[in-house]
């Protein structure tokens, strides 16, 4: 985890999240059922449809195009997290997610 300017891709939403993925990554699709579960909001970003977000993404990882990459309004993000890490930075800004299987 790191941080960095906010996403220029945020889309308009109430969204406090940003999700940047792939439709076919099975990492993306357990991110965002965990997300979906709990009810928080994000916007997400197909990688594969936009390549000015690929770009960015490229620049917060230095290089590679790891998915899913989580980036929150604080300019903290996750890269490829496990469902505990997932929940242990969702408590730490305040959604804690305790109530999901892991």
Request: hydrophobic share 40%.
């Given at each position: 985890m790191t941080t960095h300017d906010p996403a220029p891709h945020r889309a308009e939403t109430e969204?406090?999240?940003v999700v940047y993925g792939t439709g076919w990554c099975p990492d993306v699709r357990r991110s965002r059922a965990l997300l979906d579960s709990a009810g928080?909001?994000?916007d997400y970003v197909d990688l594969d449809e936009d390549r000015a977000a690929t770009e960015f993404v490229r620049g917060?990882?230095?290089g590679?195009?790891?998915v899913p990459t989580l980036l929150w309004p604080d300019g903290t993000f996750l890269v490829e997290p496990t469902d505990d890490q997932?929940?242990?930075h969702?408590?730490?800004?305040g959604r804690p997610v305790t109530d999901l299987a892991g």
């Open positions: 969204a406090e999240l928080i909001a994000y917060l990882q230095q590679p195009r790891r997932l929940r242990a969702l408590s730490r800004t």
